[in-house]
């Protein structure tokens, strides 16, 4: 599928990374841990090592020089003794398998964005749909309990002892966050899809997406997913009757929120000290302890970076937080937290970029403000570089986003001597 074009490519691995979670619950077994993993090389293996379309290098000169950098330092600690190999490979997911999205999200243009809105839109609502199922028949149906579904059967902390949602995926945060995820392109297919099949079926799922992030009862996503339709709101460059669609979107969610106890752990934010002792432990945990320990690193894996149950006892020293910087700092050392703080400063540098004028302007500014509250909130959590498949949603996201709006190809005469017909394909920039 990559072979055929990007956005098809991408939709092949969002496939592999929705159904990544039920897969490997289902299947226990040691290859299992690695299906996504597989298909994002074959996804490499299809478009990085191709040649590179007319004017696209030099247009991504400066995503392929954070890249290297990126994935240069950690690559060099897997040959230092720190963590055994088998370890070290494994910690490469969360430290260098998703950082070259950044290179194919530069990539995408506008028929890549309809063709990966279209697709997200669909995933979407197949993980709805087993979300409802889960809903009424219960997680335990679909995810029996095994070493690699612990994290579902430990949060059983929904309004009546029920379990939060995951749908398809390895966990209820993974579920609620890679909705959220697919928002900004929703959002872009709704505004710009070519059809209105596309836009219907974007408008559909979107009131669908946020029903999902309730049923996650994860407060985190809650939060982001407010926070992206604020944004979206009050940025947005769209038609009156449009917005007052959206607004009644909205109204409906809450209401079906406010009527169901199922789906209002958000209420929960309210307890401000639990929240304050919680984000307390996140960012107090062990960091300068950890600095003068391991200047160096710990080695990949020494984290903890999505570690299999079958290689937790062979990781040395091992190192719990919910930190994603000091995760960083604990598997890469100094110089690596250095290397992805100067990165996250200049992502928030091109602020100016994400927010030029363009048809995918909507999308462009609605995934930069989601990558930067990403980043900005990475030090009360973990999985903003191991979640499957938001990390790839949300590099892709920084890499759309961090240059200016890519220029279309002009459409090849399939005629030998007759000139190119050039179509329009997407609708004007709504005024």
């Known amino acids: ?9 991408l939709i092949a691995l969002l496939a592999f990374g929705y159904f990544y979670g039920i ?6 077994t040691t290859f299992s841990h690695f299906i996504f993993d597989a298909g994002l090389l074959g996804l490499y293996a299809a478009r990085l090592l191709r040649k590179p379309e007319p004017g696209q290098a030099k247009r991504s000169h400066v995503i392929a020089i954070w890249v290297t950098l990126l994935v240069l330092w950690p690559t060099l600690l897997v040959m230092l003794p720190f963590q055994p190999l088998l370890v070290s490979l494994v910690g490469l997911r969360g430290n260098v398998f998703f950082v070259p999205l950044l290179l194919l999200g530069s990539r995408l243009r506008g028929k890549d964005l309809v063709t990966l809105g279209v697709g997200l839109a669909a995933l979407d609502l197949i993980a709805l749909a087993a979300a409802g199922a889960e809903y009424v028949l219960g997680v335990p149906r679909f995810f029996p309990y095994s070493p690699v579904t612990r994290i579902i059967y430990a949060s059983g902390d929904v309004a009546g002892g029920f379990f939060r949602i995951p749908s398809i995926f390895s966990s209820a945060h993974a579920f609620g966050g890679t909705l959220v995820s697919t928002m900004p392109y929703l959002f872009g297919l709704w505004t710009n899809g070519v059809t209105r099949f596309q836009r219907m079926l974007a408008l559909i799922t979107i009131p669908g997406a946020l029903l999902g992030v309730l049923m996650s009862a994860t407060r985190q996503n809650f939060i982001l997913g407010c926070a992206v339709i604020t944004f979206f709101v009050f940025t947005a460059k769209v038609k009156g009757k449009q917005r007052v669609i959206f607004f009644v979107i909205i109204g409906l969610i809450s ?21 304050t002792e919680r984000i307390a432990g996140s960012v107090n945990r062990g960091f300068f302890e950890i ?11 020494g984290g903890g970076t999505s570690i299999p149950y079958f290689l937790e006892g062979q990781v040395r020293n091992p190192v719990g937080m919910e930190n994603e910087y000091t995760r960083i700092l604990c598997e890469q050392g100094f110089i690596g937290l250095l290397l992805w703080l100067a990165f996250v400063f200049w992502f928030y540098s091109r602020a100016r970029v994400a927010f030029s004028k363009g048809r995918w302007s909507n999308t462009r500014r609605v995934v930069w403000c989601l990558a930067g509250i990403s980043c900005g909130t990475a030090w009360i959590g973990l999985g903003m570089l191991t979640s499957i498949p938001q990390t790839m949603l949300m590099l892709l996201g920084m890499g759309l986003s961090a240059l200016p709006e890519a220029p279309e190809l002009p459409v090849s005469s399939p005629v030998p001597g007759r000139p190119v017909q050039r179509r329009n394909l ?3 920039f709504p005024r």
């Open 255 to 275: 209401t079906v929120a406010l009527s169901n106890t199922r789906l209002q752990r958000f209420k929960s934010l309210g307890d401000t000290e639990g929240v």
């Open 23 to 28: 897969l490997r619950a289902n299947l226990l």
């Open 1 to 9: 599928m990559g072979r055929r074009s990007l956005a098809q490519g």
């Open 426 to 428: 997407e609708p004007a």
């Open 291 to 301: 600095l003068a320990e391991y200047p160096m690193g710990n080695g990949l894996g």
